[in-house]
């Protein structure tokens, strides 16, 4: 059986949509006629060009994070895999993303793993989220593993919110600012200007300069989004089909000021994540390491570490295969020689992730707070401007006035 979603309209003529379960696109037809359905769309979830359009769309972190805990729970229970998705797809809450996890069903249904499903449908499900749940595919812990990959989600939900919540007065300081400057510029500068013009005054270069720009603004932004967003799309789609750009890209981005040390700290933390739930679950340090790799979501990290392992075959220590894959944070050598000297890597490679959480979140946390002083400053000095180009004129047109 095959899921399709429609969109029609019933007997009284009212738009009806939804999913419904049948053999082929003909029957399902026969099954909404006999429901006294009239479908004007109908297509089936999991088809070419659903995918398509699902990988464009939206699969929010909030409502994969409740899908895995709850898949979580069930096969915990016993569920077998496609039953659990039945019972999902029954939940009220998940109802934005039932035609996706309509699909994901189906795709598990003819033999795919549901990392590749779940990729499939969306191209928001990140390396770290396949390469976990692969993880639980190949040790058969997939319930741990997706409860593991919701609590890291969770936390980088937590996370998100709280930076969205610290920008939102800036944000909104900063649009009434540009609002309000824009109508100056548009609106009281050019009467300013017609009123010199009338008395013979010559403007302060601080206002012709604010005029020429109020005239010049709005084009060049246009010109510049369009530059920006067409140079974006080029590069994105370089960077997929290219890997050698893709590392080179990304090895760039670890140079970058503070940018870089946030994404090194998240793709450490990613890397020890799935290397202690992979040692835990009984795999190699061969599988693990590559494995790991592809899910801190680094090119380049992935490709160090792959390049590592060929070196741990021929009896390099994991140690030294550590402190070769350079993207990752120095520290984490000292914790794996700890971890094995101890006899306890798994215990220690815990530890690690949770310092490389913390660190992130204060990170990120000085990251946003710098860019909420930078709006401030800048906004500050783009009103100071506006405020001067209109007090100068003001000030110059008394004292031509007065003898």
């Not at 249904?109 to 499903?117: D, H, N, T, V």
């Not at 749940?133 to 998100?160: C, H, P, S, W, Y």
């Amino acid at each position: 059986m095959t899921t399709f979603e429609y969109k029609g309209y019933d007997a009284s003529g009212r738009p009806q949509g939804g999913l419904i379960e049948a053999a082929d696109l003909k029957d399902a037809r026969k099954r909404l006629a006999a429901q006294g359905l009239l479908p004007e769309i109908l297509h089936a979830a999991g088809g070419t060009a659903f995918r398509r359009a699902a990988r464009a769309g939206t699969f929010p972190a909030d409502i994969r994070t409740m899908f895995y805990r709850e898949l979580a729970a069930l096969l915990g229970s016993g569920v077998a895999l496609v039953p659990a998705l039945d019972v999902i797809l029954q939940a009220p809450e998940l109802d934005r993303a039932r035609p996706r996890l309509a699909a994901v069903r189906d795709s598990v249904r003819e033999g795919r793993p549901l990392s590749a499903a779940m990729a499939g449908v969306s191209a928001q499900v990140t390396p770290f989220e396949q390469a976990v749940m692969e993880v639980g595919e190949r040790t058969g812990g997939m319930n741990e593993a997706l409860d593991r990959l919701a609590a890291f989600l969770e936390e980088q939900e937590k996370l998100r919110e709280k930076l969205m919540t610290a920008l939102l007065y800036p944000c909104v300081v900063v649009s009434l600012a540009v609002v309000i400057g824009g109508l100056v510029l548009v609106f009281m500068l050019p009467m300013v200007q017609r009123l010199f013009e009338e008395t013979d005054l010559k403007l302060p270069l601080l206002t012709q300069i604010m005029l020429v720009g109020g005239r010049t603004l709005g084009a060049v932004l246009l010109l510049l989004a369009a530059a920006v967003a067409g140079g974006g799309a080029w590069f994105r789609r370089r960077l997929r089909a290219d890997e050698a750009l893709r590392i080179r890209a990304d090895r760039r981005l670890f140079s970058v000021p503070l940018l870089g040390g946030g994404w090194r700290n998240l793709a450490s933390l990613r890397f020890v994540r799935v290397l202690g739930l992979l040692l835990e679950r009984g795999v190699g340090l061969i599988e693990g390491v590559p494995m790991a790799g592809r899910a801190s979501g680094s090119a380049w990290l992935a490709d160090c570490a792959r390049r590592e392992t060929e070196a741990m075959g021929q009896g390099k220590p994991l140690v030294e295969v550590i402190r070769g894959i350079r993207p990752l944070h120095p520290s984490l050598a000292a914790w794996v020689q700890a971890g094995e000297a101890g006899g306890n890597l798994t215990g220690l490679l815990d530890n690690a992730a949770q310092r490389f959480q913390q660190s992130w979140d204060k990170l990120a946390s000085r990251g946003m707070m710098l860019l909420e002083i930078g709006l401030t400053l800048g906004i500050g000095l783009f009103v100071t401007l506006i405020a001067l180009a209109v007090l100068l004129p003001v000030l110059q047109m008394n004292k031509g006035i007065m003898p």
